[in-house]
């Protein structure tokens, strides 16, 4: 009897943890199940093109402390392309594989579903670092983010407080701003803005002007890349939108820094952090959630539950349909951002 083909993919922005999935995926798929694991190189790229590489103990020795993906990645979206979900599904058949792991955040999960309805065995692995899919209570890389965003503001205070500066830190966060306001909170921020609420200019440097007003000399301001100043549109980098619809984000800090300055007088320096949040080796706590992730994973292979998802319900790893998974956006939770405001200026 031959043996079963499970191919594993990593599709959108990379992310601390991807490699401790794919090893766990490989470890449990090889030992337990006797499974030939396949890797499906560039994302959902690699489905339209038949681009793959054999998976085995030797190939994912060594990789759990590394960051990014040793499968690469893509933001390619089959959906978008001429005849593309037949193409995976003919790849399909073309790899042998008899079901797919598909690992990452709404766009990549959501084309899993798309094509678990129209016939294909997938299971979906959760990841994003902006931690804003709605299906998990947490995803890997998150955390590994956080602990990035909160060292720099740490960083950042010890220069602001020489200088007498105010110092604006743009974070990532497209929709939600998890990273903001959990970096911003550990690292002592004075003001944490977000994109489910609308930017108060007034408010913003009437809080530093107190601030200042009682003798502190520095503010430190976290502000995440999707938020937007009241009654206006989102600050991008480029218009041109890639295959999911998303256009590139990046510059709210320079308007805000800019306009902090001008309205205090308070001199303001803006930094920008970028992928570098993306970078790095994962923290424990995602090098243990995305091994959790990827047990589960292939055990819903192994049992035949597709066109579900793995995610995480408090402490335990439990498993949703793909299609909640993607339902809606994971905002952040007012009370946490509440706990934020009480250091506000």
């Known amino acids: 009897m031959a043996r079963r083909r499970v191919g594993i993919l990593t599709g959108g922005g990379d992310c601390p943890g991807l490699n ?3 090893r766990a995926v490989t470890r449990k ?6 499974y030939d694991i396949v890797g499906v190189m560039l994302g959902w790229r690699g489905m339209l093109e038949s681009v793959s590489m054999p998976l085995d103990l030797n190939a994912v020795s060594g990789i759990l402390p590394r960051g990014g993906t040793i499968l690469g990645t893509s933001r390619t979206n089959p959906y978008n392309e001429p005849d593309g979900a037949d193409t995976v599904k003919r790849n399909m058949v073309t790899m042998e594989l008899d079901a797919l792991i598909a690992v990452g ?13 129209d016939g294909v065995n997938v299971i979906g692995v959760p990841k994003t670092i902006d931690n804003d899919l709605d299906g998990t209570d947490q995803t890997f890389g998150f955390d590994t983010a956080i602990n990035t965003v909160t060292d720099a503001i740490d960083r950042l205070h010890t220069t602001a407080e020489s ?11 497209r929709h939600a701003g998890w990273i903001a306001v959990e970096a911003g909170i550990a690292g002592g ?10 930017v108060d200019l007034e408010m913003v440097c009437s809080s530093i002007q107190k601030r200042h007003d009682r003798g502190k000399t520095f503010s430190i301001v976290v502000v995440a890349e999707g938020a937007r100043l009241s009654d206006e549109s989102l600050v991008l980098q480029s218009e041109e939108r890639d295959a999911f619809g998303h256009v ?3 510059g709210i800090g320079i308007v805000l820094g800019e306009e902090i300055e001008r309205r205090t007088g308070f001199e303001t320096r803006v930094t920008v952090l970028g992928h570098i949040q993306r970078g790095g080796n994962p923290t424990a706590f995602d090098r243990v959630l995305g091994t959790r992730f990827g047990i589960a994973a292939i055990d819903l292979v192994h049992t035949g539950d597709f066109g579900n998802m793995v995610a995480l319900r408090g402490t335990d ?13 994971r905002t952040v939770d007012m009370n946490l951002y509440d706990i934020a405001r009480v250091f506000f200026g």
């Open 20 to 22: 401790a999935v794919i």
């Open 29 to 34: 798929g090889t030992d337990a199940y006797g």
């Open 105 to 117: 955040g709404d766009d990549t999960v959501g084309v899993a579903s798309r094509l678990y309805e």
């Open 163 to 173: 200088h007498n500066r105010v110092m604006v830190v743009e974070v990532m966060g």
């Open 189 to 198: 921020a004075d003001m944490v803005l977000i994109p489910e609420q609308p």
């Open 248 to 250: 590139r984000l990046g």
């Open 317 to 329: 790893i439990v498993s949703v349909p793909l299609k909640d998974a993607v339902s809606k956006l």
